[in-house]
């Protein structure tokens, strides 16, 4: 028999008490759970071995009083019967049985003997989520003076925390003398688990100034803490700990460390400790992608993601959805839909995969892999799940498919603020202005208050269809709730709402009153200048907003180009591109080369526009094609502009207002041939000009009107009005440009110039 271990008679049954007896101070009695029974052959002869093993040591008479006299070996067995078979109450019939026999030679000392059976109970209480019981059972240990025995501190405390009591069960540790971390584990995990992270470290305080050395069970919970609060001192402090204690660097703890660091944004030092780790599980592996995750550094997350696969690691499902998620948010979407295949192959997706999947889709207007997504969502049953039902309405719609994101939306019973923000988004993205006029009603007749991301998610669609009356009775919305205003992201909408429909004075003053401002912020209000040709007060902001340190972005960057476009501020735009690279780091991207094209052809610089198109890295758009086309036509360079005629033709687009925009150049340089062959070579590839389309709000309703269409009720009222007003502006000067006409036909097309250029 090895020395310090000691089995008393209960070791013949299958789920017997394992006593380690660390000599000689008793206080460190531990209990543990066997799951399979160890044989002897005669179990006195154990009892006697061990009694010669703790001969001279107080340890011996404690022995004796816990080893079950024979008298009640029948009753101990049948009580741990009755719990194992969830009869709480035969067993604590059993158990008072047991007192009562045991009652006139009970005494302290001897009370030992109830310490099998009241654990065993306790247990059965935790089980059965037996409350009253359990606290009756607490008042009887008191009551026996057991209340400091270290197995029934550890088996009180486990009762309290499993019922979410801490109180009680802090209670219960600080009056313990027991020296095992065990039952401060216990309290200090569940604080954690439950949140309460002030509480965790304050316990763990306590057990270090009753001299508890803690144990790597200690830790992992401690530091997690540390994290979630960011206290950054106290976590040093536990780490130096670690280092100074003797009980070694377990898994568990060097993961909490790892996970620690990358809380407080130490990733270099969160790196170094998982670098010097020996063994790695998956949890090592997870948590270090999610630190580099956590701060967008998506580069390296797929790095060690790329690591773990040539190592062999076997990847959880957390994992996984971790680098498919970082591909979706560094907007390569493909990425993402190619990593939940490769996926599907190794593990069954869960449905955060499935809402990846979704998302990916919805934003690359995939909706045939949607649908496909959407089908092995409602075999696997994951459709139950509301993240994956919202996910499904907002992938229908970004798909253009309302129809089906309706019937979802419909289906769902019990609709969640998210479920309500999801459909108006799609109705918005769609510019149904009536679906969600109609939806918005619905949803606070339905008592569902609307969130900042409602109101945000709406506000583009007003300023894009010029809706200035409910754009203002939402910013009036906004104003009456209180708790709107730390939302800047709503504000920003909301200046972005004026500053698009040409309200800048409206924008101004909003902007004016934010005492927190952002890039949004200032591009939003930088892009309502530059919409008005107020190149000049667009750039004083854009000064302003690098003086104040906020960076600008590549949104930002578009904002100010197209600002000293529209102003013809032509060396302003060229230093400001230049500033892209050489003070804000910046790679200009395509849409900022089409900035520079539009600036120079607006200024007639038409070299140095064509020159930006073919020395830019990447291929030039037919919208950069088109704005060259324009300024050529405008400033009469003809030869320049059928070589970008050529170039464009090359693309074969499918706008029609590209083709309108050759033909009106032709026309001006009175080319009826080759314009006539713009026409025959737009009817071969089947480009047709969508008929123009208007709307007028009167009384809260949107009228619209269509070239040509008479189906409106008060069309044949309406279309002599518009006729009467098209002579009043002929008179008053205002006569459209016919020199663009041909003299053999109409060409109805040239009116769509002013939409292109």
């Known amino acids: 028999m090895d020395k310090g271990k000691i089995y008393d008679s209960s070791l013949l049954q299958r789920h017997c008490i394992f006593h380690t007896w660390v000599l000689p101070p008793y206080s460190q009695l531990k209990i543990i759970e066997l799951d399979n029974p160890v044989t002897e052959p005669n179990p006195s002869n154990v009892v006697q071995d061990m009694c010669l093993l703790l001969i001279g040591h107080d340890s011996l008479c404690h022995l004796l ?19 194992n078979q969830a009869n709480l109450s035969n067993a604590f019939k059993t158990f008072f049985q047991i007192q009562q026999h045991a009652a006139p030679s009970l005494s302290t000392a001897s009370s030992y003997i109830l310490l099998h059976p009241i654990s065993s109970l306790l247990l059965g209480c935790i089980n059965l989520k037996s409350l009253p019981q359990g606290k ?135 790196r170094q400790i998982f670098d010097q780790m020996h063994h790695r599980d998956d949890v090592s592996w997870n948590t270090m992608i999610n630190c580099y995750a956590s701060r967008g550094m998506w580069e390296e997350a797929f790095w060690l993601f790329g690591c773990m696969q040539e190592e062999g690691v076997e990847m959880n499902v957390i994992i996984w959805n971790t680098i498919a998620g970082g591909c979706l948010h560094s907007g390569n979407f493909s990425g993402a839909l190619k990593m939940l295949s490769q996926m599907r192959t190794k593990i069954h997706l869960d449905n955060v995969a499935v809402v990846v999947g979704l998302n990916a889709c919805s934003h690359i207007g995939a909706l045939k892999l949607g649908k496909e997504i959407h089908g092995h969502a409602v075999r696997t049953c994951l459709d139950a799940f509301e993240n994956v039902r919202n996910a499904l309405v ?110 800048v004075l409206e924008a101004r003053r909003v902007f004016d009153s934010l005492s927190t401002r952002d890039e949004v912020t200032y591009t939003s209000m930088i892009l309502g200048y530059g919409m008005k040709g107020e190149g000049q007060t667009a750039l004083k902001l854009f000064e302003e907003m690098c003086k104040l340190k906020i960076k600008p972005d590549y949104v930002t960057m578009v904002a100010v180009l197209t600002a000293c476009s529209h102003s013809g501020l032509v060396s302003q735009g060229q230093l400001l591109f230049k500033q892209m690279t050489d003070v804000h780091g910046m790679i200009p991207r395509i849409e900022h080369f089409a900035c520079m094209v539009d600036l120079y052809g607006r200024a007639g610089h038409l070299n140095k ?149």
Request: charged letters at 20%.
């Open 65 to 83: 009083q816990l080893y079950p006299q024979n008298s009640y070996s029948h009753e101990f067995r049948a009580l741990k019967d009755f719990v």
């Open 136 to 270: 009756q059972l607490h008042a009887q240990v008191i009551s026996l003076g057991l209340d400091q025995h270290p197995i029934l501190v550890s088996r009180l405390t486990n009762f309290y925390t499993s019922f979410t009591l801490l109180a009680d069960a802090n209670v219960v540790v600080e009056s313990s003398t027991s020296l095992d971390p065990l039952p401060w584990n216990m309290v200090i995990s569940s604080y954690v688990r439950n949140g309460l992270f002030m509480e965790g470290l304050s316990a763990y305080k306590k057990m270090v100034n009753k001299r508890i050395e803690p144990d790597d069970f200690t830790y992992p919970s401690v530091l997690k803490a540390c994290g979630e609060l960011l206290d950054f001192a106290t976590g040093l402090e536990v780490h130096k700990s670690i280092e100074a204690s003797s009980i070694g660097w377990s898994l568990f703890v060097h993961n909490a460390l790892v996970s620690m660091y990358g809380r407080f944004g130490e990733l270099k030092v969160a």
């Open 394 to 503: 907002t992938m229908y719609s970004r798909c253009s498919d309302l129809r089906h994101a309706y019937i979802m939306f419909h289906r769902m019973e019990d609709k969640g603020l998210v479920t309500w923000n999801a459909m108006l988004s799609g109705y918005a993205h769609m510019d149904r202005s009536e679906e969600v006029s109609h939806l918005f009603r619905e949803m606070l007749h339905k008592g569902v208050e609307p969130n900042f991301v409602t109101i945000a998610s709406v506000l583009p669609l007003c300023a894009r269809i010029a809706n200035l009356q409910h754009g203002r009775e939402f910013h009036g919305y906004i104003m009456k709730c209180e708790e709107f205003d730390k939302y800047l992201l709503l504000w920003n909408a909301l200046v972005d709402m004026y500053a698009r429909s040409g309200k």
């Open 609 to 757: 526009a064509r020159d930006v198109i073919t020395g830019m890295p990447c291929k030039p758009t037919s919208a950069m094609w088109a704005t060259l086309i324009g300024a050529c036509r405008i400033y009469g360079n003809t030869m320049m502009g059928e070589w970008a005629a050529g170039k464009l033709m090359e693309m074969k687009p499918d706008h029609s207002g590209y083709y309108v925009l050759i033909a009106n150049m032709y026309a001006a340089a009175g080319c009826w041939s080759k314009l006539a062959e713009v026409r025959s070579y737009m009817k071969n590839i089947g480009v047709r000009k969508a008929p123009g389309c208007a709307w007028v709000d009167v009384g809260n309703e949107f009228s619209p009107f269509v070239v040509g269409d008479t189906s409106n009720p008060r069309a044949y009222e309406l279309y002599p009005l518009m006729d009467g007003l098209n002579e009043v502006m002929k008179d008053a000067g205002y006569v459209s440009n016919e020199e663009t006409v041909s003299p053999e036909e109409h060409f109805e097309e040239l009116n769509v110039v002013g939409s292109v250029y």
